[in-house]
Every structure is written in structure tokens, then in C-alpha cells.
């Protein structure tokens, strides 16, 4: 049986941390203790106006792939989830191709499903390898979320950071990817949405992430939970033999609230949100990264990846690192 094994991972954040006091003294009318307080989150790292996606993109994918000690030829398929691809077409995935020097390559797509994006990209991936189609994969979460942000609306801009992760993923004999389970739910997509395009040169409707906070803190906490019990059952794993829960990193709050839920205890919960703010699809790889770079994720770690975002979509995988 072909399993999909995560064989590096890599990330990478733009420029220097920007505190809370930062925003502060670039005219947002906010505190830092505000923002601690409700969020969790201290800095982000916002990228200059030039930084597109795929910059980023390509910076975490290089480290991932020279992590797996495989060259970017061997890649035959490329997903990138972002909300902020740099382009309307091509794909992010396309031009990631391109930059990574890859001609002639396998598959190359974007996935869309905002902060829930990378567990979406994980889960098609793998299902690539498992059929035998696909040897390794390239899966990657990237954000520019400082481009949809409305810099004059204090109650959005303060939680939101740029940055990517990424991982390979290869076909093995060895278990990796255990179960994924993907949910979506459109009636929801008035509390978090962009709800504006571009047609004949002008910007139709609304350009900039709006969002009902409250409604968004409910509906997350209840589907992390539920999602989380939801792979653990399909791989027949008990909640106590998870060594390490890596959930989208949006709010401390919400991250607590679901660890809670699950009864898992914080020492087993990867954080990155204080430092990283909300980087939407980039969260969860650049959270498993830093973790497995700083020595607390090691081989053999069962870990649940979980993610939920605008749409509404919902979705975790358990994995055997
Ligand atoms: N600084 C100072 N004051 C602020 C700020 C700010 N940055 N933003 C809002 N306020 C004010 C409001 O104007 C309001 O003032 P008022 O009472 O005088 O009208 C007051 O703070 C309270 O506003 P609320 O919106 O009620 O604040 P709440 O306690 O709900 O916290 C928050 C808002 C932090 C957004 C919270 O609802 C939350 O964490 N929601 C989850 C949303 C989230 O994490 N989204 C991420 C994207 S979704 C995802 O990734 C899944």
C-alpha cells in the first residue's frame, strides 16, 4: 500500500516583526493591550508592496525541499493554497513552478479555501500519492493578507501578518498522512469575507476582508472540535495519543477554547500566533516548521492539523511525522 509521508518542511516570514506599539505609531487607533488581551498576538510580519505571494511561496518551498534532500526536478506536483494569489491567472502554483526552475513538471494548481487552505492542499496531495499518480508533492500555504486588509478598519487590520510554509510530501511504505477530513458550509460566507472582483478594469463591490468577529470566534471553536474528534475517529486513534495539535493559528483564544474541547493540554498545542498574527493558509505550515526546527516535533509524532476559514471551510489531518 502507497502511504504520503511529510519528508520536509520549510518557511519563511517577510521582513522585521511589526508590534502592536508599531501599528500604534503608524497611526492605527488601537494598544497593544487591546490586542494582546482578545488575540494573543504581539508582532506580525507585514511584506513591502512589491512581496507577492509567490516570493514568499518560493523562500519556504526551497527550505522544504532542501529538508526532504530531494532537488526541485523531483517535485511532479505543485499546490498552493492562498487567498492573495499574485495574480488573478496564472496560478501562484504556476509561477512557483517557474521560480523553482521546474520545466516540463507535473501538475501545478492553486487551492482556494482561505485559512483552511493548506489542510485542503494536504488532503488532495495526499490522495495524488496514495493513487499511485504522483511520487512527491510540493504543498504550500501562502499569504499576502496585508493586500485585502482595510488599514483604516482597527478591528481587522490588527490580526492579520504575511508569510508562507510549505512541505513535501512523497509517496512511502511507511504510514504518513493517516486521515483527512474536508467541510465546507457557503451559507456562511457573509461573517468573513472579500466580497469584491476586478471586471473591465475597476473594482467591483468591496476590496478589503470583512468580518464579524463574534459570529467567526463561535462558529471556529465549535468546528476545530468537531473536525479534530472527526480524523481521530476515521484513524481509529485515541485523543491521548496525539503528541502534537497544530491548529490554525488565528487567536489564542480560539486555539485555547479548542484544545480545551478537545482535551488536549496546551503543552501539546503548537503556538505561533503571537508572533506570526493570522497568516491565514500559511499559518499551520509555518507553525509545523518552526516546531520541527526547534526540536519539539520529531519523527514518529502523531500530529492533528486543523483549519478553519472563510467560505465557512473546515478541515483537519492526522499525521504520522
Ligand atoms: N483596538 C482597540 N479597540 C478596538 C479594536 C482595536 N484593534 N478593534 C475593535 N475595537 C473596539 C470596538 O470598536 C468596540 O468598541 P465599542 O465597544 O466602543 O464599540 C470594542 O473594541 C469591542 O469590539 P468587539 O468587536 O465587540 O470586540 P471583541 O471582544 O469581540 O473582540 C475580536 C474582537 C478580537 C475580533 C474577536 O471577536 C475575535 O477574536 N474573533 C475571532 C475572529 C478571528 O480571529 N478572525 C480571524 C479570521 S477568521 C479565521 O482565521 C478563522
Not at 476559514?309 to 478541515?315: H, K, M, V
Request: aromatic letters at 6%.
Amino acid at each position: 500500500m502507497i502511504h504520503a509521508r511529510i519528508t520536509g518542511t520549510g518557511s519563511y516570514l517577510p521582513g522585521e516583526p511589526v508590534s502592536n506599539e508599531d501599528l500604534v505609531r503608524r497611526g492605527i487607533d488601537t494598544s497593544d493591550e487591546w490586542v494582546t488581551s482578545r488575540t494573543g498576538i504581539s508582532s506580525r510580519h507585514l511584506a513591502t508592496a512589491e512581496t507577492g505571494s509567490s516570493d514568499l511561496a518560493c523562500k519556504a518551498a526551497e527550505r522544504a525541499i532542501e529538508a526532504a534532500g530531494c532537488e526541485a526536478e523531483d517535485i511532479d506536483l505543485i499546490i498552493v493554497a492562498t487567498s492573495t494569489p499574485d495574480y488573478i491567472f496564472p496560478s501562484t502554483a504556476a509561477l512557483l513552478q517557474s521560480r523553482l526552475g521546474i520545466r516540463n513538471g507535473g501538475a501545478a494548481f492553486d487551492v482556494q479555501a482561505v485559512c483552511s487552505g493548506f489542510v485542503y492542499a494536504l488532503s488532495i496531495a495526499e490522495k495524488f500519492i496514495r493513487s499511485g499518480s504522483h511520487k512527491r508533492a510540493l504543498v504550500v500555504g501562502a499569504e499576502v493578507f496585508s493586500r485585502i486588509l482595510d488599514w483604516s478598519d482597527r478591528s481587522t487590520c490588527v490580526l492579520f501578518g504575511d508569510g508562507a510554509g510549505a512541505v513535501v510530501l512523497e509517496a512511502s511504505e511507511q504510514p504518513g498522512v493517516r486521515a483527512t477530513a474536508l467541510h465546507a458550509d457557503g451559507s456562511h460566507h457573509p461573517i468573513l469575507c472579500v466580497p469584491g472582483g476586478v471586471a473591465s478594469g475597476q473594482v467591483i463591490g468591496d476590496p478589503f476582508l470583512r468580518m464579524d468577529g463574534q459570529a467567526v470566534f463561535k462558529f471556529a471553536v465549535k468546528v476545530l472540535g468537531d473536525v479534530a474528534h472527526e480524523v481521530l475517529e476515521l484513524a481509529d486513534c485515541p485523543v491521548d495519543s496525539i503528541d502534537w495539535l497544530i491548529p490554525h493559528q488565528a487567536n489564542i483564544r480560539i486555539i485555547q477554547a479548542t484544545a480545551k474541547r478537545l482535551g488536549v493540554p496546551m503543552e501539546k498545542v503548537i503556538t505561533t500566533v503571537e508572533r506570526h498574527g493570522n497568516t491565514s493558509a500559511a499559518s499551520i505550515p509555518l507553525a509545523l516548521d518552526l516546531a520541527v526546527r526547534d526540536g519539539r516535533i520529531r519523527p514518529g509524532h502523531r500530529i492533528v492539523l486543523e483549519g478553519v476559514g472563510g467560505g465557512f471551510t473546515w478541515g483537519a489531518a492526522l499525521v504520522d511525522f
